[in-house]
């Protein structure tokens, strides 16, 4: 069959292409069926979360539903964390296999759930005779694919560059200093990206295994390094790391209720960088952002090779939320490309975010995802399954994201955070998210590759954009 999406009838849109993507948007999984299924796993002597763990990667994988949940992850990553401590003079490293994905990285954090380094896959240095897959026009098929990266107690310099594309850089060590008490603490964080399609959730890689080096010169391996590493110690971080308490929470919809009824969120909407905390608690105070905020320091174990841009949807404006941009180029990996390509960024997606207290993500839509037209814009609606325009489907032209139906998961049912991530920017490429200048500027810096959202009911949407289908 033929697809012809017609055009949107507004003065910023043009038409919109036939699909080519085959997502439909994942089901929102209820908290009952979560907890019938983890249930049954117990009952069956299984682990109630699924995904590969092991001692030192025990707290994971994070993703989407039935995932463990939390922080905003993106519904086509998976993120691990350990939590060890180095004993004194004791060395670790981590030895791995590049996975079979579009991107990974180990990423060093405090107390705070603020980034201190990335080292992304494309910096990390493989071992002799082995290929790093993530190089551009890097061998994605290799069979020798193996590496290792020391993890020291220190702090990178400061002046080092985030976000970007690093070109001809490499690193043998990731920076993850102690914090609290001693003997200290510390955080690391591993990402997978898009696993190409057929492969498991950590690339068919498995995941990286410690090896501790002690003071006298004894090697310990996997899981016998895990009780030197103290890895099972409990966390000592802020209550605010992972998500704004509710207590503070409440306080900042008392002052955004000060400024309007729906405050933060706008119409038209108002999208905003993810920079500090400060930052985040300005979207509903009001207050002025600092010139000096930094980005990707607000907590929620932000990933630095991205940045960030959301803005707050209620559904009070509109049923529908739609947004249309310009679509960055990217690798395509998820079917197995042979050599890693190239493009505008390595990677880009939309999703939908419960509120800031729950940091629970309901779905994403990531660039091989999203039906792109030939003119290279996109259309994404943004709308509960109920409120579902039935032309919301890539066969139409169009990616569709679900709210979820407790909204906020936390207060307002009709409130959702929507995310637009961009991952390591080429340096030709201006119009990234991490190169916007300064606060406000995000749609003159952006230009085309600016998301502009509209509310909209779901007639209205099904008579703007009629998805005609002929039979050949």
Known sequence: MNIRPASLPFAALTALAAAWSTHAGAEIIPPARLAADAAQALAAGKDPIPGPRS?????????????????????ATFYWAAVFTVPPGARLSLEGRYPRSRYMSFISYDEAGRPIESVADYLVKPKAGSTNPFLGGGDRTAANRDYSLDVVDGRPDPGIKTGMNLVGQIRDKLNSPKYGPAPGQQTILYRIYVADKGTDETGNAGLPVPVLTMPDGKVLRGAEACAPLRTRQPLQLDPAAMAVPMDKYYDLLKAAAKIGPLHPATNPPTWTQQLDREALYAIYTGEKIKDDARKSEGGFYPNLDNQYIRTIVNRKYGKVFFVRGKAPTTPKTYTGDAKMGGGDLRYWSFCSNQGFANTRVNDCVHDERVPVGPDGFYTIVLSRAADRPRNATVQCGIA????ADDGDGAVDADVTVLQLRHMLGAGEFKHAVQNIGKVGDEAKDMGAYFPQGRYITTSAFETAVPCLVEKR
């Open 55 to 75: 001692c030192f990667w025990a707290r994971g994988p994070a993703s989407a539903d039935p995932y463990i949940n939390i922080a905003y992850p993106d519904a």
């Open 400 to 403: 569709w994201l679900p709210m």
